[in-house]
């Protein structure tokens, strides 16, 4: 039998709040404070995603082009990507959630992240978790300089279930027993793939749908 998994989700799973908008913000303290100007534009194209005028990866790549602009140097991203992660964790994460990473390990189990935050940053964060195996939304690298584009598709709804179980087929892990910790009903789909579903700290919808399938709920505090 395969090593059983423990998918997590990240933002609001093992973070107490998202992790998008503070990254694009950090990165643009720290890089270049003059596009803080520029974030009533982000809040324009954030109306357009409600209209369904952009859709959700399109939002992710403008305010990246807005906030991060078109070519950010690999040693850049990578040095403010660990000093994000290290602010991450020292002040937005759940302890229960922390101490639940541990108690899987503990069980034997491999654990690995699944997110619709961007890979660049969120690879640091797991670094720093002790998680080697990370699912989250690719970016476009133009040798050494990030492009405003995803690689693939945005790490959401039906899009992260794929996502799964692709990389289930290349670890050679499909049909391993899965216990998968979200707190949102957009990760539905992967919820239905799980063996396991547990709903953490869940929003209304979720902890509504969670009551009446039978899941597990935890609250982390």
């Known amino acids: ?13 093992i973070t107490r709040t998202g992790t998008y908008t503070p990254w694009l913000v950090f990165w643009a303290v720290s890089e270049a404070p003059w596009r803080l100007a520029l974030l009533p534009v982000s809040a324009l194209f954030a109306l357009a995603y409600v209209f369904k005028r952009v859709a959700r990866g399109r939002l992710k790549e403008l305010n990246h082009a807005l906030l991060m602009g078109g070519g950010a140097g690999r040693a850049a991203v990578e040095r403010r990507a660990a000093e994000f992660a290290a602010r991450t964790l020292a002040r937005n994460v759940f302890p229960a959630a922390l101490a639940r990473l541990d108690a899987e390990r503990a069980e034997g189990r491999r654990i690995v992240l699944a997110t619709a935050s961007y890979a660049f940053y969120v690879k640091a964060i797991a670094a720093r978790l002790g998680i080697a195996d990370v699912i989250a939304t690719g970016s476009v690298w133009d040798g050494d300089r990030l492009r405003p584009r995803l690689a693939g598709e945005n790490c959401y709804g039906p899009a992260k279930r794929r996502l799964v179980e692709a990389w289930l087929v290349r670890e050679g892990l499909t049909g391993a027993p899965i216990r998968f910790f979200s707190d949102h009903v957009s990760d539905l789909p992967v919820f239905e793939l799980a063996d396991e579903p547990i709903a953490t700290t869940p929003s209304p919808k979720l902890r509504a749908l969670a009551k009446a399938r039978g899941w597990v709920v935890v609250d982390w505090t």
Not at 1 to 13: E, G, N
């Open 1 to 13: 039998m395969s090593q059983p998994l423990s998918i997590f989700d990240m933002d609001r799973t």
